[in-house]
Every structure is written in C-alpha cells, then in structure tokens.
C-alpha cells in the first residue's frame, strides 16, 4: 500500500551497490505509489478503511492522519492536472486544485496549505524520475468497486459536520485504484501480477502472492524457514 512510496524514497537514497548487494527482490502489494482517490473520500465523507471498529472514530483520525493527506492523488503522475476528481453541481476540482474543494466542504481552515506542505514533500523525497533497477514486482487488486472519485453536494456542512455525496467508482482492490496502482509499475517496466477479487486488507493472505513470495525467496538461495 503506501509503504511502496516509503520504500522507494529509502532504496533511492542508498548507492547501487547497496542495492546490487542487499536488495533480491522487491514485492510491492496494492502498491500506491501516487495516492489514490480514496484518501479524497476518507477526507470529504469519511471511511472506515475496513476496520471492525466503530466507523466515526476510523473517520476522524483518518482526516486528522498526515498519511491520509499525503495519499491525496498527486499531480502530473497517474492522474494529469486537470483531470476532475471531486465534482459539484456547479464546480469541479482537479487534481491540481483539489485543496480549495477541501477547505470548502471539507470545513478545514487548513486544507490548502496542508495539502501544499505534503506534496512539497512528496515532490522533493519521491519524484519517480529513476529507474533504481531493482527487480520489482507488484501484485495490483482489480474487479472490486473502488474509489476513482468523488461526486459532493452543494450544501456546505456545519461545523462538525462531515460533507454529503458518493463516491464515483471504478476498478481497483476496494481501496487502491488501479490506475494508481499500476502508474509506477507500468513506467519502470515491472512485473504485474493481477489479483481479481482480492480485498486490499486480505492480499497478503493470497495464496497468488504467498506463492510469489515463496519462490522468489528460494530462488535466492535463501531459507523460507527463517
């Protein structure tokens, strides 16, 4: 998920040889790389992420989570500049813009700059401009109903309140898009290992990727035992 955006900032900082060396292989599950419009979701109308835990409380935090903000889809990666994710009667926000829609519906007196601050940081720490030529594979969730944008009322919420509308769906594990999953991917000419059906919070109990992870362990010479 969004451990493969963590895991290429810390592979980029360490020389070749490092890599050459230390790094096999690298299996990145529902990878989202560029965020997903999901995060949009849970920061206008709130989701519970699948957890079995009181839904408001998962809602709230998950506003409140710098993760959920630096999930917010990224410009100029899967998704160009102008593409619409969030759409009203009379305004649809971009990509690009996407901060004012928050500020507006979302009711946080913050939302532009704190969606600024962590793009700043994406764009300086994870620019996927190179290859790090390590052997990746990503295994990427399709056919379940997932997140690809979002559709608001107009009435702007009270204080407290969390906004009203639905959710624009499209392909993806439930929570990643595919599209998002696949961007990174696709560019460094990865591996891709489709997993129909499979929820994001159960692909690493698929028995498709536990095989993967299996057989790429023993054909490194390494012990599955350890």
Known sequence: SMG????????????????????????A?????????????????????????NPESVMEVGRNTPATWSMTPWPNTAWS???????TKNWNYTVKDIGSAYQKYSRLPYAVEALEMVRKANEWTMNYA????????????IHLP???????TDRRPKKG??????EIQGDGDGTVSTK?????????????????????????????????????????????TD
């Not at 989701?47 to 835990?53: A, E, L, M, V």
Request: with cysteine; proline share 6%; net charge negative.
């Open 4 to 27: 493969a955006a963590r895991t290429y900032q810390f592979l980029k900082r360490q020389t070749p040889e490092f890599r050459d060396n230390y790094i096999f292989n690298w299996i």
């Open 29 to 53: 599950a529902a990878p989202c790389f560029v965020g997903t419009p999901m995060a949009a979701v849970a920061l206008f109308i709130g989701d519970d992420f699948g957890f079995p835990i």
């Open 81 to 87: 500049d102008d593409e619409v994710i969030v759409m």
């Open 130 to 141: 190179e290859n790090l030529d390590v052997d990746l594979v990503c295994f990427v969730g």
């Open 146 to 152: 997932t997140a690809i944008g979002l559709e608001l």
């Open 161 to 166: 309140e969390w906004a009203a509308g639905r």
């Open 180 to 224: 998002a999953s696949r961007w990174v991917c696709d560019k460094f000419k990865a591996k891709v290992m489709e997993l129909p059906n499979v929820p994001h919070v159960e692909m690493l109990h698929d028995s498709m990727w536990l095989k993967e992870v299996l057989l790429r362990v023993m054909t490194n010479g390494l012990d599955p």
